[in-house]
Each structure stands twice: as C-alpha cells, then as structure tokens.
C-alpha cells in the first residue's frame, strides 16, 4: 500500500533552514508529484507546491518563492522540502502528498503524518 | 487572488443531515475535492471530483456542484463525523487553493 513517510520533529530559531524529508513506498515514486501542504496550530490548510519526481521539476506557490526549494532523490524514492529564512509563523506541521491528476490540476489521496516544525528563540 | 469560502462552522444533531457549501468563482471550471480531518490526524479524502466517493468512505457522505457552490453532505450525521473540513479546487492557473475549513460540531 502507498506509504508517505515523513522525517521527525524540528526545532529552530528564527532566521534558520529546515529541511523536511519524504519517503516513499508502495508506488512508482516517479509516476506522481509530491506536494506540500502546511498547518499552523489552529489554523486551516495552506499550500506550499509540488516536485514532480521523474523530471525534478518544481512549481511554488507564490507567498513561498524564494524561500522554498523542492527535491528529489529517485535512487532512494525520497522527496525534501527546504524552507529558509525562518519565522515564527512558519511554526506548523508540514505534511507530503502524492497527487493524482485529473484534467489540468491535481488532488490528494495519501498523504504523510506529519512533520512538526518549530520556530522558537 | 482566489480564495474558496467556506463557513467557519456548522453544528448538527445526530441523525440529521449536515451541508458544508465551498464557494469560489472558478469552480465551474475546476473539480472540487472535500478532506476530513480529526484532530492529530491528517486530512482524509472523503470527496473527489466533485461528487464521487473514495473506496471506504461511508456512502452518507455526498458531494455536488452547482454554478460557483460545491457542497459537501453528510447524512445521517454521527459523533465520530465531527471534525474540519477543507474543500480544495484550483485556480485558473490550475494552482492548488484549499478553502478556509469548516469545523463541524455534532451536538
């Protein structure tokens, strides 16, 4: 079955990177785009952009250009998300998720557990 | 930019029906996707294209599209439907957007 397996929680201090990682099994890793989608506590679902796995390409939401940086290792089936520059209001839980197209755009039926990140001096 | 409008809330009785509608002009264009999530968990899809049902969904949850409205159904609402919900579309750059969420309280 489709396994996304995301890496653990993370501390940081404002103004540092986090890279949060994505594993997956069960599936042809090429075969379907990685998205992310982040929670602050409390707060609604917000997305961030996708990788597409076989050709390596990205496209970011527009509030996190220049900030966020998408990759890929196929050798190990494995997706990173790196967000520099860190502020207290990137505190959320940062979640991976296969896509599966339809038509023009793409929705998500797996989805990973989770990875806390925390920005705290 | 685009945005999907969701109520912040709806609360219903067990046994009744719940409505959560999900607005926004691009919906005629674009499918509609409903998420369920429970607290500590992540989002389920319960959902796809703008009416169809997931395997292992209960069949009292319903989705249509009408015009810039989707609307998700749950009929027969039970305690354990409580939750958020999120509705989830593109734009007319077919850039993911998810609604703001609906918290649905079964009184």
């Known amino acids: 079955q489709v396994q996304l397996v995301q890496s653990g929680a993370e501390v940081k201090k404002p103004g540092a990177s986090v890279t949060v990682s994505c594993k997956a099994s069960g599936y042809t890793f090429t075969g379907y785009n990685i998205h992310w989608v982040r929670q602050a506590p409390g707060q609604g679902l917000e997305y961030m952009g996708w990788?597409?796995?076989?050709?390596?390409?990205?496209n970011y939401a527009q509030r996190f250009q220049g900030r966020v940086t998408m990759t890929r290792d196929r050798s190990i089936s494995t997706a990173y998300m790196y967000l520099s520059s860190l502020g207290s209001d990137d505190t959320a839980l940062y979640y991976c998720t296969q896509g599966v197209v339809v038509v023009n755009t793409e929705y998500f039926h797996h989805w990973g557990q989770g990875t806390l990140v925390t920005v705290s001096s | 930019s685009y945005e999907l409008t969701q109520p912040p809330s709806v609360s219903v009785s067990p046994g009744q029906t719940a409505r959560i509608t999900c607005s926004g002009d691009?919906?005629?264009?674009?499918?509609a996707y409903w998420y369920q999530q429970r607290p500590g968990q992540a989002p389920v899809l319960v959902i796809y294209?703008?009416?169809e049902r997931p395997s292992g969904i209960p069949e009292r949850f319903s989705g249509a599209s009408s015009g810039t409205t989707v609307t998700l159904t749950i009929s027969g609402v039970q305690a354990e439907d409580e939750a958020d919900y999120y509705c989830?579309?593109?734009?007319?750059?077919?850039?993911?957007?998810f609604g703001g969420g609906t918290k649905l309280t079964v009184l």
């Open positions: 691009a919906l005629p264009k674009q499918y």
């Open positions: 989830q579309s593109a734009d007319s750059s077919a850039t993911v957007i």
């Open positions: 294209k703008d009416s």
């Open positions: 990788i597409n796995p076989y050709t390596g390409g990205t």
